[in-house]
Every structure is written in C-alpha cells, then in structure tokens.
C-alpha cells in the first residue's frame, strides 16, 4: 500500500497532515481512466487544462489530485456537495508525475534494461528490429511504439500514442515485469521529450536515427526540433551509451548531450568507419547484402529481408543496441539475418504471380518518402531494367501543411 505521504515525502511538494493519509491504487492523467482510490494528475496542457476535469476525476473515485499550484477545490466540486479529495501540490507536476506512478507500481523499470529511439525515421522499424535480436537472444524484450504495445506474453496491443503517457508507461513496465520481461525497447517521439513523459525514467541505451522535417506545426523551427530530440541524450547517466548515427549532421548535437550527461557514445555509419559498419552494400527486390563490421563482428556477409539503405542504417542502429544491453555477436548476426519486415515498414503485399510487386510503408515526411521511392526505383532497374513505379500517397493529419509541397 502506497499512502499519499509517501510519495509527497519522497517526491516533494506539498499536502496538509490531514489530507496526506489517503492510500493511492494507482496514478491517472486521463480523467477517463479514474477508477476508485486513483491519484489524478491535473496537468495543464497546450490547448486544454487537467483541472477542468477534477470533479469528473473525483466523481469516478479519485481521492487526491496532482497539481502544480494549489486550487479551491470547492470551485471545480460545486456541482457535487460534499465531494472530497485530497489535494497534492508540486510546482514540478509533470516531471514527476511518472515518479509517482512508479512508486505506486513498485519502481518496476528498476528489473528492466530500457533501449530508447528517438529520430525523425526508423524509429519503428529500429525498434521492430532491437526486440526480434533481444528476443532472438533470449532477452525477454517487449516493445512499445506506433505499432503496438507488445509486452513478455507476446501479445501486441494497441497504441494510442507512439510513446505512452508517464502513468501508462509505469503500467505497462510493470506487467512486462510480471511477465518475466527483462528488456524493453520503446520508441520516444519528439513531443513525447517535450511533454516530459519520460522524466525519470533509467535509459541503458538511447538510440538516434536522423533529423529530417517533421512536427515544425509543434516544435516551430528545426533547431528546436533538435533540441526536443536530445533531450532523450540527456536523460542518460554514466553507465548508459548513445547509439549514434553518424552519417547524419545532427549526430554531433545528441553526442554532446550524451557526454554532457556522463554517457558513452557509440557511432554507426553505412559511409564510413564507425563503432559499428555496413560496407559492400548490395540492395535488390529481395532484400539487401551487406558487410557487417566492428563491436566484436569481424566483417562478416550478411543477407538482410528489409530493402533499401536506410535500413541497413536501422539495422546496424539496433545490432550495436542489442550488442551493449548483453547480446553476443553471434546471435547478433544470426538475428540481423532472420529479423521480418515491421508492420507498414515496406510491407509486402502479396500478389502472386501477377508480375508485379505491391508494398505498403508508412512513411510520412518528405525525406522517408524520397528514400522510399528512390529504393524501390533502384531496386526496380536492378531487377527489370526500367519497370514502372507507380506511387500513392497520403499526408493526413492536418499537421505541418509546409511538408505537403515537399512530399508532392
């Protein structure tokens, strides 16, 4: 049992002696999701603020609210006479509103190895890749991301969000554990870094995949973008490494946040040297070849089913991941050699023996598409001497409508 002065005791903030005995189930951001014995966290958003829905939070069973400057309770409970909760005050709310949960869940991240990608593209498919090696390697990994949810059981459930709110992502640490999870792979988005939604967590491993146009709707300009992006870097500590892409210009910003907070830096590159390498690279219909070098691996063959460069790139990104968090060499490379395509990611479409080939992908910004098509149009000249591409392509959302132009 876990009582609202424990947590203000370890945490911070403030609460009255005689509101701090209330004992908390569990700890919710989305009113919605209250249940009975609950601590809602009222946080302010960009559009819309936490505390418009505290009597709703206190109507579905919550005793206490999280806020950030203390508020008449009276006035949000007007509509309910004698409604009550304990109110917890900290200036810091959302920074530590994940703390809060993992104490209530029992700090189940502290049993897990935690790799975390962030990066404009590839994030998915990294991670896709990072969980079949861990699995492969008998590292009990689950994975969590734009995907799905796939925890120890196998199971993928979905997800509303490519990175989990901080409350939710306590929950699902702890069911990995339960599970007899020992690693976790997740992906970070940008907004995800901004919103604080992993303060506090203990990454092993930050990965970085590239920086390409992408959010500028939220984060306003490229640099602050970046910024947004390094903040994963600087959320590791001295024994934590970050898995760098060096072939991309905004490498040289993660490694400095990465060393500013105490962290090893480990470079990949499919241009030139790097911790870890891929040279000799052969890409087809069928897959790609390629040299795998350094970390242990001595410049070993290696045919990959995912086409094109850029996941060579994702490949190496996860293979130098799994290789830090404990995984051999070998079963590294056996991995890379038997990893499936990610869902979406360049998906094959099967289609017989029409004599045409058919693949779905995701990509969603100007620089994943141009890399899409430019493969596939590669590829295709390779096999067919000229075949027809033919492409589709959506940009929903309503968000960054400057991308649109680019993409089209």
């Not at 295709?380 to 993409?407: H, S, T, V, W």
Request: glycine share 12%.
């Amino acid at each position: 049992m876990v009582y609202l002065s424990d947590l203000v005791q370890k945490l911070g903030g403030s609460c009255s002696i005689a509101e701090a005995g209330a004992s908390i189930n569990d700890v919710k951001i989305d009113s919605r999701q209250v249940g009975v014995g609950d601590l809602f966290a009222a946080l302010p958003g960009k559009t819309v603020d936490g505390s418009r829905y505290i009597a709703e939070a206190a109507a579905r069973g919550a005793v206490a609210v999280l806020t950030p400057h203390e508020l008449d309770l009276r006035t949000v409970n007007l509509d309910m006479p004698g409604l009550y909760m304990a109110q917890w005050t900290h200036p810091g709310a959302r920074k530590i509103v994940g703390s809060a949960a993992a104490l209530v869940h029992g700090e189940p991240a502290r049993g897990l190895r935690i790799a975390g990608v962030t990066g404009t593209n590839g994030k998915t498919t990294t991670a896709h890749i990072l969980g079949h090696l861990l699995d492969y390697a008998g590292m009990r990994p689950a994975v969590l991301g734009t995907a799905g949810n796939r925890l120890s059981d196998g199971v993928v459930r979905n997800s509303r969000y490519t990175t989990p709110d901080a409350t939710e992502l306590q929950r699902l640490f702890r069911q990995h554990r339960e599970g007899g999870g020992e690693t976790l792979v997740m992906e970070v988005s940008s907004h995800a870094l901004v919103q604080d939604r992993t303060a506090g967590l203990d990454f092993g491993i930050g990965i970085f995949t590239n920086l390409t146009r992408e959010h500028l709707d939220y984060h306003g300009d490229m640099g602050r973008y970046a910024q947004a992006k390094a903040k994963l870097f600087s959320q590791l500590g001295p024994h934590s490494a970050a898995v760098l892409n060096i072939d991309d210009p905004a490498w040289a910003a993660m490694a400095r946040a990465a060393q500013e907070a105490g962290a090893r830096v480990v470079t990949y590159s499919v241009r030139s040297r790097a911790d870890l390498s891929a040279a000799q690279l052969r890409t087809g219909l069928g897959g790609t070849s390629f040299a795998l070098d350094g970390m242990g691996i001595k410049s070993t063959e290696l045919n990959l089913s995912l086409r094109g460069r850029y996941n060579v790139e994702n490949a190496l990104a996860a293979g130098a991941a799994a290789l830090l968090m404990g995984a051999s060499p070998s079963a590294v490379v056996e991995g890379l050699a038997t990893t499936p395509c990610a869902p979406g990611r360049l998906e094959v479409i099967p289609t017989g023996e029409r004599g045409f080939h058919v693949y779905v992908d995701y990509a969603h910004s100007p620089d994943a598409l141009e890399r899409v098509l430019k493969g596939l149009r590669h590829d295709l000249d390779e096999a067919a001497q000229g075949g027809r591409l033919i492409a589709l392509f959506g940009c929903g959302g309503d968000r960054d409508p400057g991308k649109r132009p680019l993409m089209g």
